[in-house]
Nanobody, 113 residues
Framework: QVQLVESGGGLVQPGGSLRLSCAAS????????MGWHRRTPGKERDIVATITPGGRGIYVDSVKGRFTISRDNAKNTMYLEMNNLKPEDTAVYSC???????WGQGTQVTVSS
């Protein structure tokens, strides 16, 4: 059974940084493209960044230059390094392994002074 568990969210001031983690189990992690998505109340879940099995990251324009997606296949873990955070980055961030239809429970990121 595939399980994904996010961690690392919290409250941070504008301009601050956070590092999110997504730990996977029950799946051959290294074979899957992975992704981070985020959702705010009343809105659809939007893609933030994806990463190929080989480690190539793809980003939406709003986070380019500020966020970095990475993965450690030996640890079955994906990361999202978020710098220069803005209030509009406030959301619940979730991870997924594409093709499994499995999502983690999400971790709340709040950017506020």
């Amino acid at each position: 059974q595939v399980q994904l568990v996010e961690s690392g969210g919290g409250l941070v001031q504008p301009g601050g940084s956070l590092r999110l983690s997504c730990a996977a189990s029950g799946v051959v992690f290294s074979r899957y493209s992975m992704g981070w998505h985020r959702r705010t109340p009343g809105k659809e879940r939007d893609i933030v960044a994806t990463i190929t099995p080989g480690g190539r990251g793809i980003y939406v324009d709003s986070v380019k230059g500020r966020f970095t997606i990475s993965r450690d296949n030996a640890k079955n873990t994906m990361y999202l390094e978020m710098n220069n955070l803005k209030p509009e980055d406030t959301a619940v961030y979730s991870c997924t392994a594409y093709g499994t239809n499995v999502w983690g429970q999400g971790t709340q990121v709040t950017v506020s002074s």
